[in-house]
T-cell receptor, first 113, second 115 residues
């Protein structure tokens, strides 16, 4: 089955800096890679996703890149703000019926002002 | 639409007791997932339903765990003979059946504490 590794486990940055979180996956057949943000005591919520036919996707201050050959994908947050502080999870799956989304262990991002 | 609803939100039980959690997905979502999350970890997949059919179950899932979705709407997750290691947040998520939408919509979770 799919296995997703995520690094780093914790990341501290100053407000305005960029943050990068990296993930690797094991199943070369996986073709859907979302990122979820979970604030303390809240439910995980999707912030951005990418499919295997795309190498990069941007949405305002966040972007995701995918390298299918190397089986890794990354989340980039620019101009970080204190409200970006949360736990971020990457995930991977075959986006079709009967396939679960497998999550990484998470990265705790702290943005200090 | 009020989103994915889970209850109870908190459950404290003694080791050896049975517990049951309920999940009401978003009404038009035919896919429903159960995950378990412990402190400092990512959601761990437990099982998945499409309508009333249980299509996938984690190999890590003990025989003490059982899930149902009898009418393809709400789902229940039962844990029999609870153990302290079962203490966790149990998350339910749903998504539409269309292939173009991969987003999982999570509930607030049901926190289980086994004493």
């Amino acid at each position: 089955g799919e296995n997703v590794e995520q690094h780093p486990s914790t990341l501290s940055v100053q407000e305005g800096d960029s943050a990068v979180i990296k993930c690797t996956y094991s199943d070369s057949a996986s073709n859907y890679f979302p990122w979820y943000k979970q604030e303390l005591g809240k439910r995980p919520q999707l912030i951005i996703d990418i499919r295997s036919n795309v190498g990069e996707k941007k949405d305002q201050r966040i972007a995701v890149t995918l390298n299918k050959t190397a089986k890794h994908f990354s989340l980039h947050i620019t101009e970080t703000q204190p409200e970006d502080s949360a736990v971020y999870f990457c995930a991977a799956s075959l986006n079709q019926a009967g396939t679960a989304l497998i999550f990484g262990k998470g990265t705790t991002l702290s943005v200090s002002s | 639409d009020t989103g994915v609803s889970q209850n109870p939100r908190h459950k404290i039980t003694k080791r050896g007791q049975n517990v049951t959690f309920r999940c009401d997905p978003i009404s038009e979502h035919n896919r429903l997932y159960w995950y378990r999350q412990t402190l400092g970890q990512g959601p761990e997949f437990l099982t998945y339903f499409q309508n009333e059919a249980q299509l996938e179950k984690s190999r890590l899932l003990s025989d003490r765990f059982s899930a149902e979705r009898p009418k393809g709407s709400f789902s229940t997750l039962e844990i029999q003979r609870t153990e302290q290691g079962d203490s966790a947040m149990y998350l339910c998520a749903s998504r539409p059946g269309t292939m173009n939408t991969g987003e999982l919509f999570f509930g607030e979770g049901s926190r289980l504490t086994v004493l």
